[in-house]
């Protein structure tokens, strides 16, 4: 997907000075002989396209002018307009039409309309057959205090990095055997409450009580920078802009988020807001336009991010539960293959994991589901899983204070949970899968973190 995305990029890009079409050549014979190199398929020759309307993520994957050639069914709520038979994908236009008019410029994984058939392709297991696990494949107890953070690296079978209250991050290894732990990130004073890889996987930002913003070098396993809070708040969470890894956002005790530069450490004019409470997450959308913030006072805002300037505008304000703190944010474009579907993933202290459906360009909310669990008190997060999948279902999965693992098919009207993991001693913070979810990890707040291995993959690079 991320190479499609960027394909589809760089042909827009180029398309906009390009005259005699000799770059966009060069490119795809350049293309061609790279994936034939990697594949060994003449598959990839740039003269054909796939006729059939129903298709795979490994032909999305291994032909990507497949894209060129998809049609969509007549119950989609979108309209494919094309002026010739082959054309690039800088040229693709899709119009959502009904109650959300919502234009992504970037190509994501598009459903097949004919989803019997792509079910069938997929070996006809059931979500719950898909997400068993066979047992634990490794347990890291490297820190002395609560782990409020695991995130596999993007696009990463192997590598897990994980946060902790005793103020430090660690790097581990987890494929192939045995598990190690790379190295530890130590500098902060205070506990380390969030943090998030770059999209290259050569950095990662944290933010800690301490006050303070910390860029490492993943490689060097050093601090690059650090940033301080122009407040000296503690801050609580972070996340990267998804389109432009120079921009990061913070959120602060002091219920305040701010957009800031990497490169210069220093936040951008007409980028912080003030919301009602302590900032404790947040989360971008696909496009990087729309911003959500959580407090602890229940509330969900909006805010719309302008790339180029790094401008913050609040839009919207939900209140998901008076007086219950929000603890964990989530976006996703597309849930399952059936049909587009913008969802918030939002964990409260209600004892209850949220689902809100996106209903506008501008980040409102409406309430689709609710799974129970077990939170009152603790910063439980959840997340959604990372692959579509062909069969009937959507999963997502989250952390409880019951020390369980849940996951939830959010397409089931009743008996929604396909499966639980015990093994932890104490309250599960986060959980997080790897690219191919071959493996899961979960973190508690004793410190351990629990690597568990999905049946049928043997968690090999």
């Not at 973190?449 to 999905?454: G, P």
Request: net charge positive; proline share 3%; hydrophobic share 35%.
């Amino acid at each position: 997907t991320l190479y499609i995305r960027r394909r589809s990029q760089l042909l827009r890009e180029h398309a906009k000075n390009e005259k005699d079409g000799t770059s966009r050549k060069e490119y795809l014979r350049l293309r061609a002989q790279l994936l034939n190199a990697r594949y060994g398929s003449p598959a990839f020759s740039d003269q054909g396209s796939i006729k059939s309307r129903s298709f795979s993520l490994r032909s999305i994957g291994r032909n990507t002018e497949s894209l060129e050639s998809m049609l969509v069914g007549a119950n989609d709520s979108r309209k494919f307009y094309h002026h010739r038979r082959h054309m690039s994908a800088s040229s693709l236009k899709y119009l959502y039409e009904g109650p959300m008019k919502y234009v992504y410029d970037s190509i994501e994984v598009v459903p097949t309309s004919v989803a019997e058939a792509s079910r069938a392709m997929a070996g006809g297991k059931s979500l719950s057959e898909n997400y068993a696990f066979t047992g634990m494949h490794h347990i890291f107890d490297q820190h002395s205090a609560e782990v409020t953070r695991v995130k596999f690296a993007n696009d990463d079978k192997s590598r897990v990095a994980c946060s902790s209250l005793d103020g430090t991050l660690s790097i581990c290894q987890v494929i192939p055997p045995p598990a190690t732990v790379i190295c530890m990130l130590r500098g902060h004073s205070a506990g380390v409450t969030d943090f998030v890889w770059s999209l290259s996987n050569d950095v990662i930002l944290s933010v800690s009580l301490d006050g303070t913003a910390r860029l490492w070098d993943v490689a060097a396993g050093t601090c690059m920078r650090v940033i301080i809070d122009s407040l000296g708040s503690e801050l609580l969470c972070c996340v990267f802009q998804p389109l432009n890894n120079n921009m990061f956002v913070t959120g602060s005790s002091r219920s305040q988020v701010q957009v800031m530069n990497m490169s210069t450490g220093k936040g951008y004019k007409g980028g912080s807001s003030k919301v009602t409470g302590r900032v404790n997450a947040l989360t971008f959308d696909s496009s990087g336009r729309i911003l959500w913030a959580g407090d602890e006072r229940g509330s969900v805002y909006s805010f719309t991010v302008d790339v180029a300037t790094g401008k913050l505008t609040k839009t919207r304000r939900m209140t998901v539960s008076e007086g219950h703190p929000i603890t964990s944010l989530s976006a996703r474009a597309w849930i399952s293959r059936e049909a587009r579907d913008p969802c918030l993933l939002v964990n409260c202290c209600i004892n209850s994991l949220c689902l809100f459906r996106i209903v506008s360009e501008d980040g409102a909310l409406q309430l689709k589901k609710s799974f129970p669990i077990k939170q009152r008190t603790s910063l439980i997060k959840s997340t959604f899983c990372p692959l579509m999948s062909f069969r009937q279902g959507a999963c997502v999965i989250s952390g409880s204070e019951d020390m369980c693992v849940y996951f939830f098919d959010v397409t089931k009207e009743t008996k929604s949970c396909v499966n639980k993991l015990l093994g932890h001693s104490a309250p599960v913070i986060d959980v997080c899968f790897n690219c191919d979810e071959s493996l899961l990890a979960s973190c508690d707040a004793n410190g351990m973190v629990i690597i568990w291995k999905r049946e049928g993959k043997q968690g090999t690079l």
